[in-house]
């Protein structure tokens, strides 16, 4: 039986004394407001992103693509529809994935490439591997579930709650534990930074610019840094909608014959 993500009485974990103006938020509060801010904001939502990776050399790639989301349920399972519309040679590809929330559950992630009619199934263990040859990983896309890591209010600031998330099975992963900047007004995650086995700061990810949709703060301008490769991936959003009515289009029928609708 699948359960709730988030689920306070999940977290067993130690209180923290905070400042007076959070004195009552638990650290699973605050990683769970973080959580929603992120990727529950509204029932569904649509985006256009547009996607720049600079190598270490200075040479970019463009990717431009579509995301749908549905929540199915609320701080639970989501699903997510992903639609690439350039460069050419991946037009009309399609990520898709079932995000089944709670502890042991694995999301189910599907790739449609087109130019070979053929459906792959992503294992779990690659989900920590480049989107679409960027720096941004599968697991970004629908968010990695909270039950996989434990957490510690480290620090906080006027500005940010600092929370370090350590992986409870360190074998899945490639880092040692990452550490989560949180508005304190929006609690938007605005920066994360991964360390590796060594200590050593490898990647991170960092939210530029914020606006607010529909009521909803959105975060519409990310900067991805892989610090080991000495890449960059930049994504910028645009015509972001939240609540508009998405029915069931994320099934293996719709990877091949996408839902024009809703794209356009």
Do not use: C
């Not at 629908?142 to 510690?152: A, V």
């Not at 930049?234 to 029928?253: A, C, H, N, Q």
Request: hydrophobic share 40%; charged share 30%.
């Amino acid at each position: 039986m699948k359960k709730t993500i988030l689920t306070i009485t999940i977290f067993i974990l130690t209180g923290i004394s905070l400042g007076a103006d959070s004195a009552k938020l638990s650290v699973a509060q605050i990683v769970n407001k973080a959580n929603i801010a992120a990727y529950y904001q509204g029932r569904d939502a649509k985006a256009r992103v547009h996607m720049e990776i600079v190598s270490d050399s200075g040479a970019k790639k463009v990717r431009d693509f579509i995301i749908l989301r549905k929540t199915i349920v609320d701080g639970g399972d989501q699903k997510f529809y992903v639609y690439f519309n350039s460069p050419a040679d991946i037009r009309r590809m399609v990520f898709m994935v079932h995000k089944h929330v709670g502890e042991d559950n694995q999301d189910d992630r599907w790739l449609y490439l087109p130019s070979m009619d053929l459906v792959n199934r992503i294992a779990a263990g690659d989900k920590r591997t480049s989107f679409v040859g960027s720096d941004y990983f599968y697991e970004d896309v629908s968010g990695r579930d909270l039950f996989e890591d434990t957490h510690k209010l480290v620090s906080e600031n006027d500005k940010y709650y600092i929370i370090r998330n350590t992986p409870k099975k360190p074998s899945d992963v490639e880092f040692k534990y990452y550490d989560l900047s949180i508005d304190k007004k929006t609690f938007l995650p605005m920066k994360i930074f991964f360390y590796d086995k060594k200590n050593v700061l490898y990647r991170k990810i960092e939210v530029l610019k914020v606006g607010i949709i529909q009521g909803h703060p959105t975060a519409l301008y990310v900067l991805v840094t892989n610090l080991a490769a000495k890449s960059k991936t930049r994504m910028v959003f645009s015509g972001v909608k939240y609540d508009i009515g998405l029915p069931d289009i994320f099934t293996e029928r719709y990877l091949r014959v996408p839902p024009r609708k809703y794209l356009r």
